[in-house]
């Protein structure tokens, strides 16, 4: 098994730590990675990333204070449980294709679409932790 | 045992009968385990503060603990690479760890220097030092660095001579260095964007002053750019304001971090925005007037003072 490799874009505006913590979310929802499976060691992504260790640690206490992975003394970081994804077939997303084909009738172009969906995200989820 | 690597009080050196100080009253405190940038314009000082700290050079005025103690009962634990890397040309690659190694007595580890010289994109170990370019020598000094195991690392412009490539691989070498032994480093750049992914304090000189000295993250915290129709951006301290379309974009130091909302820094017609590290610098160094600031609450008032009325 490969080990996962975190892709840190500078630019993007979004805390170092945050992507980590949202990368591996990601894994964790397309299933890359499963309980037990181990995260790469701090030491690993710092030398691949050259990003800062402590910005990996505070990656790593997060997960593990939202119960995504747990720390072994000694032994590293490790998976505790799935993230459920939205199936990709699932009722959910036959409404939205449905929706997204009358917004296109309705003349909205893809970033008004884009622009309107994030607004709308933005406030159902309001307060939430990412 | 004691937290703090590098802690200075009014530090300041002067050479001969130059009329400018290269450093003036620097206080600032760096905890134990912190990979630091020390960033600043071309003749900021930036040098200077490194070879004192290094215990190379004395100061002419203030104080300076490095690790505990003076920095010259600190050298065995501390590692230094000067900008200009001296290094005997005449000698091998493998000779000259070997030379890192008999100088080093008791401390030295060969495995650390060689993963850092003959590790990826490295060097051949028969080569002459004379043979190498600028970005491999920096290589072979920064072998010896450590090879040495410091406890604190201070490197001058260490990236300045290599291509993006080594200077990716080096900097990860050196973050792994320090997940894995907690070393502290103090690395100088005039380029804040180098180092910005890689260091969580922030040491900014200007003119031979401290300008900023803190966490980074505390002090992104303690700022925000905001945008608005007016000029007037009270109650935060604006430390650069230009014009953009018909108002005006602040970089301020926000008036109280812990009562944000409170402080009204989303006032009418404002937008808010959290500045990059390099935002943050750029500004400051723009305004020469910009207050003195000092994240780190230590016992430096008077100097943060001192330092508000001169401007």
């Known amino acids: 098994m490969g080990v996962v490799e975190y892709r840190i874009d500078r630019r993007s505006g979004v805390a170092t730590y945050l992507q980590i913590v949202q990368q591996t979310k990601q894994a964790l929802r397309l299933g890359l990675l499963e309980p037990g499976d181990q995260l790469p060691t701090a030491r690993e992504v710092v030398e691949a990333t050259a990003i800062n260790p402590n910005t990996v640690l505070k990656a790593y206490r997060e997960l593990e204070r939202e119960g995504l992975v747990e720390a072994r003394r000694g032994l590293g970081t490790f998976v505790r449980r799935s993230l459920g994804s939205a199936p990709a077939e699932s009722p959910l997303r036959a409404e939205l294709v449905d929706w997204a084909g009358r917004a296109r009738a309705a003349g909205l172009d893809r970033d008004d679409v884009a622009a309107l969906f994030t607004a709308v995200l933005d406030e159902n989820f309001k307060g939430d932790k990412e | ?311």
């Open chain 2, 1 to 311: 045992m004691t937290d703090t690597a590098i802690q200075a009080a009014g530090l300041g050196r002067r050479y001969g009968r130059r009329k400018r100080d290269v450093l003036a009253d620097c206080s600032f405190r760096l905890p134990k385990g912190r990979i630091c940038a020390l960033v600043g314009p071309n003749g900021a000082g930036k040098s200077t503060l490194l070879a004192i700290a290094a215990g190379l050079l004395k100061p002419t005025a203030g104080t300076v603990e490095v690790l505990g103690g003076p920095p010259t009962a600190a050298r065995s634990r501390i590692a230094y690479v000067a900008q200009h890397k001296p290094l005997h040309p005449q000698l091998t690659v493998a000779a000259t760890l070997r030379l890192g190694a008999e100088l080093n007595p008791g401390r030295w580890e060969q495995s650390a220097a060689e993963r850092i010289a003959y590790g990826t994109g490295g060097l051949e170990p028969k080569a002459k030092i004379r043979s190498l370019s600028g970005g491999q020598r920096t290589r072979v000094a920064l072998a010896l660095a450590f090879g040495k195991r410091p406890e604190l690392l201070l490197l001058d412009e260490p990236m300045a001579d290599l291509d993006p490539l080594a200077r990716h691989e080096l900097t990860g070498a050196l973050m792994a260095e320090a997940v894995e032994h907690g070393t502290t480093i103090v690395m100088s750049s005039h380029v804040v964007a180098e180092l910005e992914g890689s260091c969580d304090y922030l040491l900014l000189l200007q003119g031979g002053r401290m300008r900023l000295a803190g966490d980074t993250e505390e002090l992104l915290a303690a700022h925000a750019l905001l945008t608005g129709t007016g000029t007037d951006f009270a109650p935060h301290t604006v430390i650069e304001r230009r014009a953009s379309g018909r108002g005006h974009t602040a970089l301020v130091r926000v008036a109280d971090t812990t009562e944000e909302s409170a402080a009204g820094t989303t006032g009418p017609a404002r937008h808010r925005e959290q500045p990059t590290l390099e935002e943050l610098v750029l500004g400051h160094l723009r305004s020469h007037q910009a207050p003195a600031g000092d994240i780190d609450h230590t016992d430096h008032n008077d100097h943060t003072h001192q330092q508000e009325t001169a401007a």
